[in-house]
């Protein structure tokens, strides 16, 4: 909002280019919004030991028949996310908890004017915990910039699922990603010793090849998946025959003693319906839940 107190004070058109030209982000209000929950296991449930949130984030506990907590709906009150924002989710599952943490709908990342938004996620498992992340899309508008951190702390005898997926620009509207930065960082631990590290970054230096057959070709939606738990290897057979059967290009390994999945897609609906797939048929070998598809996909 701008205030003129006198004739004087109007600006020239000429002005006004070079004021907006040198404006950054952080000149405006930014949000920095943080949650974390904290959960353990207790007589065959999972309880609710620490909750703790600031806007524009909220934590939402959807009803079930039991009553019981076995799922989290993450919400931006924001309605998404502006360069130079701050955002940080923690969850912790103590021992024999079992739970999963979705979002209530697509993350929105808009186009920034030169500072990039921050979102660090941090998940630790203790040993006999359950915890699946699974949190809907990220869509990535042109010209966006975003930093993502994915921290996972795993101890040894937990059971860990989670997910991430982008979607550069909607076709359904004919967006294209012309430029922009995305840095998206993973760091998984056991025990304390690193086990994998990766990012995926992309500038505008290098968006507009991403096209190319030997980058993304086609696709646009893109999805990272982890699994940590027992019998790795039974696990990474059922991945591989499920990915057989998905209507995406997908690709699995494993990398000491943790499996790591990746899927790419032309368009999110696409990619949505193979994840869907994979989380029911994964999710019956399993156990269900938490591992199964969350009931905001479904919305």
């Known amino acids: 909002m701008y205030e003129v107190t006198s004739a004087s004070a ?15 982000d952080m000149d405006l209000q930014r949000a920095e919004g943080c949650s974390r929950i904290v959960l353990s296991g ?5 309880r609710l030991v620490e909750l703790f949130q600031r806007s524009p984030i909220r934590v939402l506990f ?3 028949d039991s009553g019981a907590i076995q799922e989290a709906v993450l919400v931006n009150t924001a309605g998404g996310i502006a360069g130079g924002d701050k955002l940080q989710f923690e969850v912790t599952a103590l021992a024999n908890a079992s739970f999963a943490v979705t979002s209530q709908a697509a993350e929105k990342v808009y186009r920034a004017l030169r500072e990039p938004a921050h979102v660090v996620t941090k998940l630790k498992a203790c040993e006999a915990a359950k915890l ?6 990220t869509i ?21 699922l989670a997910l991430e997926w982008l979607v550069l620009g909607r076709a359904a509207h004919g967006e294209q990603m012309a430029a922009g930065h995305i840095q998206d960082s993973w760091r998984v631990k056991k025990d304390g010793r690193l086990l994998w590290a990766d990012t995926f970054r ?9 096209r190319k057959k030997a980058l993304l070709s086609s696709c646009r939606a893109l999805a990272t998946l982890i699994y940590f738990g ?24 494993s990398v000491g003693g943790l499996i790591v999945a990746r899927f790419a897609a032309e368009i999110s609906s696409d990619l949505r319906l193979a994840l869907r797939s994979f989380l029911q048929g994964f999710s019956r070998v399993l156990g269900g839940s938490p591992f199964g598809v969350p009931k905001m996909w479904w919305c």
């Open 10 to 24: 109007v600006c020239s058109l000429d002005s006004l280019k070079v004021y907006v030209g040198t404006s950054s």
């Open 42 to 46: 207790f007589e065959k449930e999972t």
């Open 62 to 64: 959807p009803r079930t």
């Open 132 to 137: 699946a992340w699974l949190p809907q899309e």
């Open 140 to 160: 990535i508008f042109n010209r966006a910039r975003l930093v993502r951190e994915i921290e996972i702390d795993l101890s040894s005898g937990a059971e860990l």
């Open 202 to 210: 992309a500038s505008d230096d290098t968006i507009p090849h991403m």
């Open 230 to 253: 027992p019998d790795i290897g039974t696990r990474m057979d059922l991945l591989r025959d499920t990915a057989a059967s998905l209507e995406c290009h997908c690709g699995t390994t």
